[in-house]
């Protein structure tokens, strides 16, 4: 079974772009999320899907991050505009249960 | 909110020698979570090691344990002879219920040597 896919691994953007990350969940899975990752805060959940319902929508990034689930074989997490601060890991996980992470896109915003 | 403390890395440890990486919780809005341990290897992605839903209980994978302690609020990730190949990073994390995201701590970075 394919795993969840995440597309780009790796991003560079300019201070003020718009960038959207895709992620594809584990068929069948039900719920998808999306983390960011950093070295100071470590991992927090930026938003929650449950059958492409968002349920949770982490209040610390309502403002410029907004994930959408089109299908429930797709997710886009769009950034706008970025920040230098940023600069993280962005990750996704799908479930049915258990969360399956895919590998990350590494965001660099300069 | 809700938080996880875990032993702050990077832990050191020789090959067959035991470890120990500490985890601390405080959930808000529930009395008992859902706990686990994840685990992210040199090059691939984050990946369950083992979660424990029931306090009192035991997980183990890969000759890893953890304990869920409700009177101490921890789930201390434990193994008694470490290989190479546990070189690492462990999180500690928790779900308030099945429909909600996770709650994750910082990671501790294991290497253990031969």
């Known amino acids: 079974d394919a795993g969840v896919t995440q597309t780009p691994r790796h991003e560079v953007a300019e201070k003020g772009q718009t960038i959207i990350l895709k992620c594809e969940p584990v068929s069948g899975h039900n719920d998808l999320f999306w983390y960011r990752q950093t070295k100071i805060q470590g991992l927090e959940l930026l938003s929650y899907f449950r059958s492409k319902s968002l349920m949770e929508d982490g209040g610390a990034f309502k403002d410029r991050f907004k994930a959408e689930m089109l299908n429930s074989s797709f997710s886009t997490l769009k950034i706008q505009p970025t920040e230098p601060k940023d600069s993280a890991v962005y990750l996704c996980a799908s479930s049915l249960d258990e969360q399956y992470f895919g590998p990350g896109t590494r965001l660099t915003v300069l | 909110g809700d938080s996880v403390t875990q032993t702050e890395g990077p832990v050191t440890v020789s090959e067959s020698e035991s470890l120990i990486i500490n985890c601390t919780y405080s959930a808000t809005s529930i009395a008992y979570p859902n706990l686990f341990w994840y685990v992210r290897y040199p090059g691939e992605g984050l990946q369950l090691l083992l979660k424990?839903?029931?306090?009192?209980q035991k997980g183990s994978s890969r000759g890893f344990e953890a304990t869920y302690n409700k009177e101490t609020t921890s789930f201390h990730l434990q193994k008694a002879s470490v290989q190479e190949s546990d070189s690492a990073v462990y999180y500690c994390a928790l779900r308030n219920n099945y429909a909600q995201g996770l709650t994750f701590g910082l990671g501790t970075r294991v290497s253990v040597f031969p």
């Open positions: 424990v839903i029931t306090a009192g």
